[in-house]
């Protein structure tokens, strides 16, 4: 009989959604060593029954990994830290504390998971969304990627390197609310878009009248982000 797994970013939004603690834990160690040492963490918060006393599910990545708790945080922090010293590992202090949800917000495999408002109704929830630091970054990889991509090649080649940028990012933050950083991401590559044309073409101005978002579109094929399919997990819930 084979299952399918769930995927740790789904683990960790549903599991947020019932919702009290969490903490945070990382380290530096090879992947293969991470999840033969991870495998026998796990067994044994369950063997010793952390999981039932505290309520406190772990989901991992690797050597990143959250407990989720409904109840004393701070029990399951000391029993996780007594555990880590009998394998034999250090706990990274900087990326290890006890996170209170909604009134905090913790960041785990690229996403903020959190207090959130719908734009429609106001109301708050908790849920998902990128995390900034990865908005910034992908928009900090477009500003290299056209910096050093010379003018004497084809519009049509830029979009396409830039495309490739975009879509690997998108497939990956698609899950949760994930719209107002693709808004911000897709402005951003529109801009940096339009100052290469500049720069190529010799053009003054910021070249929105030469070159609108429906020019780069439609013309020149650049992915619009506002209109990126939206993803669903293949994992069950």
Known sequence: MTAKPQSPINQARKI?????VCKIVGGV??????????????????????????QARIVNYADDFVILCRRRADDALAAMRDMMQRLKLTVNETKTHVCRLPAESFDFLGYTFGRMYSPRTGGAYLGARPAGKKVLGVCRQLNELVRRLPTFIGPEALVYQVNQVLRG?????????????????????????????RRKFELAGQGYRQYPDSYLERELGLLNLNRFPRRHSWAKP
């Open 169 to 197: 990012w998108a497939n990956y933050f698609c899950y949760g609310t994930y719209t107002p950083a693709f808004s911000i991401v897709h402005w951003h590559a529109c801009r940096r878009v339009r100052r290469w044309l």
């Open 16 to 20: 947020a959604a019932i919702g009290a």
């Open 29 to 54: 160690i090879s992947p293969l060593l991470a999840n033969l040492y991870m495998r026998r963490f796990v067994l044994g918060w369950k063997t010793l029954g952390h999981e039932t006393r505290y």
